[in-house]
């Protein structure tokens, strides 16, 4: 199998609709050949993110949860404290399936 390198400009778009383009390359949905439990996406580089379009109402209430397991461990973060690239990575990860290969996946996600 042979993967391909994609780049991807960033520029004016939306987070949600750049991350559902990039997941589907890096899952492979793309090729002819694509089958949901082997890996068989390509290489996706993404420049210019920057100049990402984010809304700034939304970056306000925008809120990633975390949970430590313990009691009273639920962690809260907003959107508006991250990097684009931050929050770019983490809107892709939550569009990749939730198996042992979404880390394969992210690790050839490239993000400038």
């Known amino acids: 199998?042979?993967?391909i390198t994609h780049t991807v400009d960033a520029t004016l778009m939306t987070p949600g609709r750049l991350a559902t383009k990039i997941a589907g390359?890096?899952?492979g949905k793309?090729?002819?050949?694509y089958q949901p439990y082997s890996d068989c996406g390509?290489?996706?580089?993404?420049?210019?993110v920057a100049k990402l379009k984010l809304n700034p109402k939304r970056l306000a209430k925008t809120e990633y949860k975390h949970h430590t397991?313990?009691?009273g461990g639920l962690?809260?973060?907003?959107?508006?404290d991250?990097?684009?690239?931050?929050?770019?990575r983490k809107t892709v990860n939550n569009m990749l399936p939730k198996n042992k290969?979404?880390?394969?996946m992210l690790k050839r996600l490239t993000i400038q």
């Open 1 to 3: 199998m042979t993967r």
């Open 25 to 27: 390359l890096l899952m």
């Open 30 to 33: 793309h090729k002819p050949d």
């Open 42 to 48: 390509d290489l996706v580089k993404v420049i210019n």
């Open 69 to 71: 397991l313990h009691p």
């Open 75 to 80: 962690r809260r973060t907003l959107a508006k």
């Open 82 to 88: 991250f990097t684009p690239a931050e929050i770019m």
């Open 101 to 104: 290969l979404r880390i394969r």
